[in-house]
């Protein structure tokens, strides 16, 4: 059974910074496609940024030069969030995909003033 949680998520002001964490447990024996994902008030949920089993990263268009995912090991990602906009606004999920896509339960990231 694997498991991902997710922490860092807050208020900040337009402009400012913040820095998931993702941690995974379970049964992971190799490195595997890992990223982030997010969801507004409204909308679908959105690729923001992917690491891909090779180390190969994609980031949305919308995120690109702002945003960067890290991972250090198998089981924990990061995403640093530098220039936060109002409509990075959304619930942030961390996912990890061996099989099957597994989500964690979200970290809410509200950018307002």
């Known amino acids: 059974q694997v498991q991902l949680v997710e922490s860092g998520g807050g208020l900040v002001q337009p402009g400012g910074s913040l820095r998931l964490s993702c941690a995974a447990s379970g049964s992971i024996f190799s490195i595997n496609p890992m990223g982030w994902y997010r969801q507004a008030p409204g909308k679908e949920r959105e690729l923001v940024a992917l690491?891909?089993?090779?180390?190969?990263i994609n980031y949305a268009d919308s995120v690109k030069g702002r945003f960067t995912i890290d991972r250090p090991n198998s089981k924990n990602i990061y995403l640093q969030m530098n220039s936060l906009r109002l409509e990075d606004t959304a619930v942030y999920y961390c996912?990890?995909?061996?099989?099957?896509?597994?989500w964690g339960k979200g970290t809410l990231v509200t950018v307002s003033s």
């Open positions: 996912n990890l995909f061996i099989g099957r896509h597994y």
């Open positions: 690491i891909s089993s090779t180390g190969r």
